[in-house]
């Protein structure tokens, strides 16, 4: 039992933000940060994406306007697309239809990248 003890405690987030960060790095690499904390409903999931993604003004606060813009991306440019959301067990608690629509479209978006020969990565990091 004593063994058990000794165990080395991993802070997960800080190396998946390190990671991150490298990715980052590379060139021709656009990295999204969706800060999940105060995500608890699908308006508040499109407003917070809207502004990590930096969507333009047009965008119409909808799935429709979501899955349109996230195919889009002509404004941030890239060879590689990297959405970071942290604490996204928030919103898949509170409202898990919603949610499950949100990552449906994100699947989606990224399926559509690759048949364009770019690479979109989608991580959710949950608290």
Partial sequence: MSEFLNCLS???????????????????TKVFYLDGKKINSKETFLSKAAEAMQFPT????????????ITDLTWCPAERYVILYDYADIF?????????????????????????N???NFFTINK
């Fill in 92 to 116: 898949a608690q509170a409202d898990p239809t919603q949610y499950q629509i949100a990552l449906d479209i994100l699947n989606s978006a990224k399926e559509y990248w690759e048949a364009n």
């Fill in 118 to 120: 770019i690479t979109l």
């Fill in 58 to 69: 047009y965008f119409g606060a909808n799935w429709d306007a979501f899955d349109e813009c």
């Fill in 10 to 28: 991993i802070d997960i987030k800080q190396s998946i933000r390190e990671a991150v960060e490298q990715i980052a790095a590379e060139p021709g």
